[in-house]
Each structure stands twice: as structure tokens, then as C-alpha cells.
């Protein structure tokens, strides 16, 4: 973690708490929040975020940018895109830094507590119902005849949205160069399905994207070599 | 399944992955190809099931926790998916350096497009995890996909509604019917 010694800094690293490299410019400090109350805001956003994921996004991006002012606009967006990067529930990861932000990392753990507890629990009663539930006929076939097959389709939409989005600027050759490590993936999942690692399919659409990006980086070749590939 | 194997491969599997669904291809070979511990009937009730709570879509590994081992599995699920996200914050640190180094956000993206190709095989392979006639099946998914992409139905709404019309319409279907006797 040795910092580039471009912008003079004080000598105890560990303890500077601003970011060395000047970033976009910071909103006006968040507010000072007891922990309890921390708790409290993200425990309503946890329990009324009915509507899946991009719900539940807005209502944080409501609470912490026009509500409680964590965050400018700007900032909220770069946190959006920077928890991408992060394994596991993009929300989950945003939590944690707008937590973050207002209480140090106790902030964070109190809000992702606080943003799970109602929805887990909720999760939990619903599971609990269709399982109980699980003999009368009527709920079975509301369950595989009907939720089951939306599922599916509304999974397929969500796919289709993912892998376009991430596809969001590229051209030409290498669009379907890259449009092909879907395709490959795809293929080898329905070839050899528990045969293969999903993590070794993963792991080599990673490499395959990484050489395709490097290689065809627009700022290698200049003008020209956008002209090329266009 | 023990508890213990039940955490680690859930957190292996997100850990493994990005975003709420992410992970559902390593689960479904984890613990419906490999272990037979669970079901594509299960892994398809959770999926559908989780849409109807609050919070990040993620959370129906907290669903399908339960159907495998119940309160514990459930519990074991949100810890072990709640775990990842933390990686955020070493992310964070590295991020001012590299963000905009190619190989990195291509990294990123080809492992998303490999998500998004086995994901839409495994969803695929739900399919038969459904009962009814098949025509039917496929009606009510081409109908989820497109109301879905008119984004005028919330998502809880349309998943109601699909249970309606399977308690009505679905009801005749060869497993539904064999059920009952």
C-alpha cells in the first residue's frame, strides 16, 4: 500500500485519513449520527424496499444523498460503480461504504446489520410459508406452474440487461470478441455441466476479457487504431 | 448436509461471483448436481420466492438456506452471503491506483459475461423444474421477460400475479394433479 509520491504527505501513513490522490470534491460533512440512529435509518430502508434490487437502490440513494446527505450525487455514482468490483451483493458493499462514511467502520457494520435484519427475517416468514404451505395443491401449483417458469423468465431478462450493460461501449471486433466469452461460457456450462468448475469458466472468461481489453485498448492505438477497429 | 459445509460453500460460491445472482451457477452445481442436496425445484422457489422480500435481490440465498436446512441454513445463507461484500473495502484502496487500467476492467467484464452465459443456461434448466404443459411454461416466461422490460410492473406484483395464474391455470398439469392423490 505505498502511496505515489506525487502529492506531499505527512509521514504516518496508516494514521492520514484523507485520500492522498484529490479526488471529486467532497459533499459538506456528513452529519454526526449516533450508532443507534444509524441502525435505525438503514432498519427502514431494509424493511420497506419491497421491489428486488433496483428498488431497494433508489430508496438508498433517496435517503443518503437528498435525505441525510451522506454523499453528493456525483460521489453516490462513483460508489455505485466501485462496488461492482466487489464479489457478492453490489447493495450489500454500498452499505457498507455510506456506513462507512458517517461512523467509521463501525458505521458500516451498523448499517448492514440494520439493512439486514428486517430483510432476512422477511425472507425467512416467506420461506417458512411456502414450505408450510408446501402440501395444499393449490399453492404447489402456484409455486411450479406459475413462480417457477416467471422466474425464469425474469431471470433471463436480468441476464440479458447484465451482459448488456457490461458490453455498454464497445465496437466492432471487439464487441463480438467479447459478445463470445458469453457465448463460450454459455456453451461450456450446457456441455459440461458438473464436469467443469463454474469458477474455472469464470476465472477464464476474467483472462480472456482482460487480453481482449488490453489488446484492443483504444489509447494503445491512438486515432489511428480506433480507425482500424471501427 | 452439515451446517459447516453448507456456509463454506455458499460463501465460496458469492465470493466467487458479483452481484445478488452471481452466484446461482455455483450453487446449482454445488448443491443440486454434485451433492443432491437440494433441488432446481428448490433453487427455482427460492429464486422466485426471495423476490418478494424486502432488500437486495441477493437475499434469496437466504430462502433457499432454509429449504435446505431451515432456520440454521437460512442464518447460515445471510452470514455467508453478507461476508463478500467486505472485500468493498480493500477494493476501495486499490481503486485510486488501477480503476482505469484495461486489463482490470477487463478482467471484470469478461468474468460478467461468463456469468451472464452460464446464467442463462441454469435459468434454462430450471425451466424443468416448472409443472404444466410445456406451451404453458413457456407462455408465462416469455410474458415475466416482457413485463419485465416494459419496467412498468414491480417486480413483487408480477411474481403474485404469476402465482395466481399458476394456482389457476397450472393446477392441470401431469405433477401438480399426481400430487394430489
Redesign the interface.
Known amino acids: 500500500m505505498a502511496w505515489h509520491p506525487d502529492v506531499p504527505h505527512n509521514r504516518s501513513m496508516d494514521a492520514a485519513p484523507a485520500p492522498v490522490v484529490p479526488v471529486a470534491p467532497e459533499p459538506a460533512t456528513p452529519r454526526p449520527l449516533r450508532l443507534s440512529r444509524l441502525f435505525a435509518v438503514w432498519f427502514a430502508i431494509g424493511l420497506q424496499s419491497f421491489g428486488g434490487g433496483s428498488a431497494t437502490g433508489e430508496l438508498i440513494r433517496r435517503v443518503a444523498v437528498d435525505r441525510e446527505r451522506w454523499v453528493s450525487e456525483a460521489e453516490f455514482a462513483r460508489e455505485l460503480t466501485l462496488v461492482q468490483l466487489a464479489p457478492g451483493m453490489n447493495l450489500l458493499a454500498l452499505t457498507l461504504l455510506l456506513g462507512r462514511r458517517v461512523r467509521g467502520l463501525k458505521g458500516g457494520v451498523t448499517a448492514l446489520v440494520g439493512l439486514l435484519v428486517p430483510s432476512v427475517t422477511v425472507a425467512i416468514l416467506l420461506a417458512a410459508l411456502a414450505r408450510g404451505l408446501g402440501d395444499n395443491e393449490a399453492v404447489r401449483a402456484a409455486l411450479s406452474g406459475g413462480v417457477v417458469p416467471a422466474t425464469v423468465g425474469m431471470g433471463l431478462y436480468g441476464t440479458f440487461r447484465t451482459g448488456r450493460g457490461l458490453l455498454d461501449g464497445l465496437k466492432g471486433v471487439t464487441l463480438v470478441l467479447t459478445l463470445l466469452i458469453a457465448v463460450a461460457s454459455g456453451l461450456l456450462a450446457a456441455l459440461y455441466w458438473g464436469r467443469l468448475p463454474v469458477f474455472m469458466i469464470l476465472f477464464g472468461g476474467g483472462v480472456v476479457g482482460a487480453v481482449l481489453s488490453v489488446a484492443f485498448d483504444p489509447k494503445r492505438f491512438g486515432e489511428a487504431g480506433e480507425a482500424d477497429v471501427a | 448436509m452439515p451446517p459447516l459445509t453448507l456456509f463454506w460453500l455458499l460463501l465460496k460460491?458469492?465470493?466467487?461471483?458479483?452481484?445478488?445472482?452471481g452466484?446461482l451457477?455455483?450453487i446449482q452445481?454445488e448443491f443440486v448436481?454434485?451433492r443432491g442436496a437440494a433441488t432446481d425445484?428448490d433453487l427455482?422457489?427460492?429464486?422466485?420466492?426471495?423476490?418478494?422480500?424486502?432488500?437486495?435481490?441477493?437475499?434469496?440465498v437466504?430462502?433457499f438456506g432454509?429449504?435446505v436446512d431451515g432456520?440454521r441454513g437460512?442464518?447460515l445463507a445471510?452470514t455467508a452471503?453478507?461476508?463478500?461484500?467486505?472485500?468493498?473495502?480493500a477494493?476501495?484502496?486499490a481503486?485510486?491506483?488501477v480503476h482505469h487500467h484495461?486489463?482490470?476492467?477487463?478482467?471484470?467484464?469478461?468474468?460478467?459475461?461468463?456469468?451472464?452465459?452460464?446464467?442463462?443456461?441454469?435459468?434454462?434448466?430450471?425451466?424443468s423444474?416448472?409443472?404444466?404443459p410445456l406451451w404453458?411454461?413457456?407462455a408465462?416466461?416469455?410474458?415475466?421477460?416482457l413485463l419485465?422490460?416494459s419496467r412498468r410492473v414491480?417486480?413483487?406484483v408480477?411474481?403474485l400475479a404469476?402465482?395466481?395464474?399458476?394456482?389457476l391455470?397450472?393446477?392441470s398439469?401431469p405433477?401438480?394433479s399426481a400430487?394430489?392423490d
Open positions: 460460491a458469492t465470493l466467487l461471483s458479483t452481484g445478488g445472482t452466484n451457477p455455483a452445481q448436481a454434485a425445484a427455482a422457489e427460492a429464486l422466485g420466492i426471495g423476490q418478494l422480500a424486502p432488500g437486495p435481490t441477493g437475499l434469496w437466504v430462502c432454509y429449504f432456520v437460512a442464518l445471510a452471503v453478507s461476508l463478500p461484500p467486505f472485500v468493498i473495502l477494493v476501495e484502496r481503486y485510486r491506483r484495461p486489463a482490470i476492467e477487463g478482467f471484470v467484464r469478461g468474468m460478467g459475461l461468463a456469468v451472464a452465459g452460464i446464467s442463462a443456461v441454469v435459468l434454462w434448466r430450471l425451466m423444474a416448472a409443472t404444466g404453458l411454461r413457456l408465462f416466461a416469455a410474458v415475466a421477460l419485465m422490460a414491480p417486480v413483487p408480477l411474481i404469476a402465482a395466481i395464474a399458476g394456482a391455470l397450472g393446477g398439469g405433477a401438480a400430487s394430489g
